[in-house]
């Protein structure tokens, strides 16, 4: 057997240009997957799936500061690098990306992007600038990585939508694949920040994703959504759950669903205690 090879740590797109010269110059397509580090299942899953698509992967590790709002967990957000590291060796990723702040956004940078109007219901209404933050964060890493594909999670389904805009508005040949959302054996999506998550808070989580599993079979039963929608706010916020949006959307576009016209989803955001969860689920068909 083959001697595994070592997984190669760079700091500097420099260094994942000369990591990266041998693959390309050997035909092998490249994937990268973003990630802001803490890696878990869901993780897991979009480099499974990048492995399945391209010869080599790449995962890029950085808690993006343009992202989060004021009095966002920036600073709490977990770094576990040690335990990443081993993931990503046990995994068999080919190179992990880990840039400073400084290497991805030096203080000349003039390139912030706007996220346009798929960000603004839902996430992008509860976190301003926050998409916007994303979107001028992914071209760096596009600009600096030139990866052939990128796997982005549903989990962030509005994130991979305004993804897929900004590569068609930028005429980039880098194909978006979208992997499904992940969930624990319990049913709640599985999230970084489920870690902040008491016993007690983790049992009150849980009615996010079955009111969700609820309402989306309602609906495709032909009920009416702004009816629906209303019956699992008021179900979430008697759990003790704080909803920030529970909206029937079109998938393409995000507009309100008016009508059953597939594909639909259901998006929800809530606050269990300090801890904000996103969750969404397709409307399935009847
Ligand atoms: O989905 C995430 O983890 C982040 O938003 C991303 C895409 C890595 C950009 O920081």
Redesign the pocket.
């Known amino acids: 057997m083959a001697e595994q090879e070592k997984l190669v740590i760079a700091h500097s797109a420099a260094q994942l240009k000369a990591a990266a010269r041998s693959w390309r110059e050997a035909g092998q397509r490249l994937a990268l997957v973003?990630?802001?580090g803490a890696l878990h299942g869901a993780h897991m899953a979009l480099i499974e799936r990048a492995q399945g698509l391209a010869e080599r992967t790449m995962v890029?590790i950085?808690v993006?500061p343009k992202?989060f709002g004021p009095g966002e967990d920036f600073e709490k957000y977990p770094r576990p690098q040690e335990q990443d590291l081993r993931l990503l060796r046990q995994a068999a990723v080919d190179l992990v990306f880990m840039p400073s702040i400084e290497q991805m956004f030096p203080p000349d940078f003039a390139s912030d992007l706007k996220a346009g109007p798929l960000a603004e219901p839902l996430c992008g209404r509860h976190r301003p600038g926050h998409f916007d933050g994303?979107v001028t964060?992914?071209a760096e890493l596009f600009r600096q990585t030139e990866p052939d594909l990128a796997v982005?999670?549903e989990k962030?389904f509005q994130?991979l939508q305004i993804?897929r805009r900004l590569v068609e508005s930028e005429n980039s040949p880098i194909e978006i694949v979208a992997a499904p959302l992940v969930r624990d054996p319990d049913g709640l999506a599985v999230s970084s920040r489920n870690a902040y998550l008491s016993d007690k808070q983790r049992r009150q989580a849980l009615n996010l994703s079955g009111t969700l599993s609820m309402l989306s079979a309602r609906a495709a039963e032909g009920q009416p959504l702004r009816e629906l929608e209303r019956v699992g706010m008021a179900a979430l916020g008697k759990a003790g759950l704080e909803v920030e949006y529970l909206e029937f959307r079109r998938e393409h576009d995000l507009e309100l669903a008016e009508n059953l016209l597939r594909p639909l989803r259901l998006f929800a955001a809530a606050r269990v205690g300090p801890t904000r969860l996103i969750d969404n689920m397709p409307v399935p068909t009847a």
Request: aromatic fraction near 14%.
């Open positions: 973003p990630t802001m890029s950085f993006n992202q994303v964060l992914v982005f999670g962030d994130q993804i």
